[in-house]
Nanobody, 119 residues
Framework: QVHLVESGGGLVQAGGSLRLSCTAS????????MAWYRQVPGKQRELVAS???????NYADTVKGRFTISRDSATNTVYLQMNSLKPEDTAVYYC?????????????WGQGTQVTVSS
């Protein structure tokens, strides 16, 4: 089992910045990729950025060049630095951690943190 706790959401004006944090506890040694997703009402949850346990990352096209994902293995924390925020970035952001047991992937989710960008 993995427990994820997020923090750092809030209200910011367009062009501003926010930093999200997500700290994992429990079976953290099993965690492979960690990622941030976001969801707005009525739409599917979408991948924002992911980071492998080896440090490689990838981003949604909509956030490339503005968001940066990073990971601190010592504290089992993943961060999402969000710069040049736009109103369309408004969403609930969820932290995700994937573990693999006997070849099967199991996903764990945080409770979500609201990010609101005003125009």
């Amino acid at each position: 089992q993995v427990h994820l706790v997020e923090s750092g959401g809030g209200l910011v004006q367009a062009g501003g910045s926010l930093r999200l944090s997500c700290t994992a506890s429990g079976s953290t040694s099993r965690i492979k990729p960690m990622a941030w997703y976001r969801q707005v009402p009525g739409k599917q949850r979408e991948l924002v950025a992911s980071c492998s346990d080896g440090g490689s990352s990838n981003y949604a096209d909509t956030v490339k060049g503005r968001f940066t994902i990073s990971r601190d293995s010592a504290t089992n924390t993943v961060y999402l630095q969000m710069n040049s925020l736009k109103p369309e970035d408004t969403a609930v952001y969820y932290c995700n951690a994937g573990i693999y047991i006997l070849g099967n992937r199991y996903d764990y989710w945080g409770q979500g943190t609201q990010v609101t960008v005003s125009s």
